[in-house]
């Protein structure tokens, strides 16, 4: 509730204040203690919401592009691989003022990305795609005007190292490692082999898995529906339509809803899933999967992440499946869906979320083999 005190002129003035809504305390002068109650009660219910009326937000000062992606960070929520690709553009180039963001100036950032920093192309494009969205939206906001928009006109190949590049930075050449590490025979059978024993064998003791039954299900999903990690074990029983045999995701790496086909393998595996599954009486009983809380909290996100990929590591080298990362399992589910399907390349991005076709690429010899395959 706001504060009030009526001040010698015999006016009243109100006081508000929210944590996490409000950056500073707000002062409003009424002229009668009635007239101010009732516009507290209307102010104090939207900040209770998380709501600032736009005549109450102060004008903000956006000058350089430290302040340009903070306004973006708190009023826009870009993903968060664009938050990781803009907190590190602000390193170096957080001080540049607004006003000189121009072609030279993209051009030479550009420049000092693979002679200074020697980074991957892909991590170029991560940053200025994150930067082009930025400024984007900061020129809706009125913050910057770009004419030319010099992030958004750039030529293919822009993040590839010239000559030029490679003797500017010593000799120093990135590419882009694009795993294509495929399951080779056997190793499935062993790996699920493996998270059926329930034990992982370590140097000093064995040990013991929790969850084996949500383990083999986490692999076979991820083997059969191409689904991202976080993607899955995120998974609650209301977005799954086994009639349907769709997963309906509304929370993805790219921001995107979409909806995912189950084959009779993974809607096998589910059924006997869910049917042995007992929910655990600390966590909402929608949830899926053991290892996530239901909270959307990043570093808890991040922590599952981790834990779970590092448990499939030892997983995939127990089984002899040498160098398998758990995300090469969503590199072996696409080239499945090219090789054993006659699904569009356009119907197969919508399953997996790929966006750039530059990506799907990568799979397109998958299909001509096939092809050939049926020739004379």
């Not at 006081?15 to 809504?21: A, C, M, N, W």
């Not at 898995?209 to 529906?225: C, D, G, K, N, Q």
């Not at 499945?336 to 076709?357: D, N, P, V, W, Y």
């Amino acid at each position: 509730m706001a504060g009030k005190k009526k001040t010698p002129n015999g006016k009243w003035q109100y006081v508000f204040k929210r944590s996490g809504v409000l950056d500073r305390p707000l002062y409003l002068t009424f002229d009668s203690e009635e007239e101010g109650d009732a516009y507290a009660a209307k102010l104090d219910a939207l900040l209770d919401r998380g709501i600032v009326p736009t005549d109450l937000e102060r004008p903000v000062s956006v000058m350089v592009l430290r302040d340009l992606v903070s306004e973006y960070e708190r009023q826009a929520h870009p993903s968060d691989k664009d938050q990781q690709a803009l907190s590190a553009v602000l390193r170096s180039r957080g001080d540049t003022p607004l006003r000189t963001i121009n072609a030279q100036w993209v051009d030479a950032w550009i420049a000092d990305m693979k002679r200074l920093e020697a980074l991957a192309p892909a991590s170029i494009r991560a940053r200025v795609g994150a930067v082009a969205r930025c400024t984007d939206w900061g020129m809706r906001k009125g913050f910057l005007t770009l004419p030319d928009h010099p992030l958004r006109t750039l030529p293919d190949g822009y993040a590839q190292y010239s000559v030029a590049d490679v003797q500017a930075s010593g000799g120093v050449k990135r590419e882009d490692v694009e795993r294509d590490r495929r399951l080779e025979p056997g190793e499935h059978e062993a790996i699920l082999a493996v998270i059926a024993s329930g034990v992982l064998h370590r140097s000093h003791r064995p040990l013991a898995m929790e969850h084996p039954a949500a383990h083999r299900f986490l692999y076979v999903l991820a083997v059969e529906s191409a689904m991202r990690l976080r993607e899955m074990y995120t998974l609650t029983l209301p977005q799954i339509d086994k009639a349907r045999r769709t997963v309906f995701l509304d929370r993805t790496k790219n921001g995107d809803k979409r909806q995912v086909p189950l084959s009779s393998v993974a809607l096998a595996e589910l059924e006997i899933y869910t049917e042995a599954r007992t929910p655990d009486p600390d966590q909402p009983p929608d949830i899926l999967f053991p290892w996530w809380d239901g909270t959307h909290d990043k570093r808890h996100l991040v922590a599952v992440s981790d834990y779970l990929s590092k448990r499939f590591a030892g997983v995939f080298n127990q089984a002899g499946a040498k160098g398998l990362r758990f995300h090469d399992l969503r590199h072996e589910a696409t080239s499945r869906l090219f090789e054993r399907t006659r699904l569009s390349e356009a119907q197969i991005m919508k399953i997996t979320g790929h966006k750039s076709h530059r990506m799907m690429m990568r799979y397109a010899n998958l299909r001509g083999s096939d092809l050939a395959a049926q020739l004379w």
